[in-house]
């Protein structure tokens, strides 16, 4: 049983640069989540999709954040022009949508580090 | 904003102790999701059990026991004869039916000392 997959694991650039993680979910998940969790907190919820539809964007989604799930499978999220306070790990989390609240299941995240 | 406070930022026991976890949540839905994850070191967020609004009852899995109380809208989670593995960083989290999202506490870093 393939769990869900990240990468890169680690991403490290400069100020102003643009960076592109990318999420494969469980196969037989059709819900797919990006996530962002900073030290000492709990993951905050970012976007979410159903299929190819983004469904919610949460106001932590700046203009420069950009996230896509072109044919339902996998997922990227772009962040462009970053900037110090962008600098945390990026969780993907799927899960099946057969009814009520699924629980989510989350990759190794992808932990991006601004110099 | 609907929060989960989870107010022991960290705990520390000696293994063998039995531990208990606070999760305080507030909602305004009749129906509502509450969650458990535990992150290890590794740092991928593990599932441990998910309770709807409509089933108090107390869950028993192992040495993982959760306490659900409506009245009180708590959802502690017990570990009883703590070994060193559990030492992690536990959330709780909800959800509310028809929005997908979940809501985590700030965690609580648990350490289980030989």
């Known amino acids: 049983d393939t769990g869900v997959s990240q990468d890169p694991r680690h991403k490290i650039t400069k100020r102003g640069q643009n960076v592109t993680f990318r999420c494969d979910p469980i196969s037989e998940h059709n819900r797919l989540y990006w996530y962002r969790q900073t030290l000492g907190q709990g993951p905050e919820f970012l976007t979410y999709?159903?299929?190819?539809?983004?469904?919610?964007k949460s106001r932590l989604l700046s203009d420069r954040f950009s996230a896509e799930r072109p044919k339902g499978s996998f997922s990227t999220l772009e962040i462009q022009r970053t900037e110090q306070g962008d600098s945390a790990m990026y969780l993907c989390?799927?899960?099946?949508?057969?009814?009520?609240?699924?629980?989510?299941?989350f990759g190794d995240g992808t932990r991006l580090s601004i110099l | 904003a609907q929060k989960v406070t989870q107010a022991q930022t960290e705990i520390s026991v000696v293994e063998k102790e039995d531990v208990t976890l606070d999760c305080v949540y507030e909602t305004r839905d009749t129906t509502y999701y509450l969650f458990w994850y535990k992150q290890p070191p590794s740092g991928e967020l593990v599932f441990l059990i998910r309770?709807?609004?409509?089933?108090?009852q107390n869950e028993i899995s192992g040495r993982y026991s959760w306490n659900f109380q409506k009245s009180t809208s708590s959802f502690n989670f017990t570990i009883t004869a703590s070994q060193v593995v559990d030492s992690a960083v536990y959330f709780c989290?909800?959800?509310?039916?028809?929005?997908?999202?979940?809501?985590f506490g700030q965690g609580t870093r648990l350490t289980i000392n030989p």
């Open positions: 989390a799927s899960s099946s949508s057969r009814d009520r609240v699924q629980p989510q299941h």
């Open positions: 309770r709807n609004s409509f089933d108090e």
């Open positions: 999709f159903q299929n190819e539809a983004q469904l919610e």
């Open positions: 989290a909800r959800a509310v039916q028809g929005a997908q999202k979940l809501v």
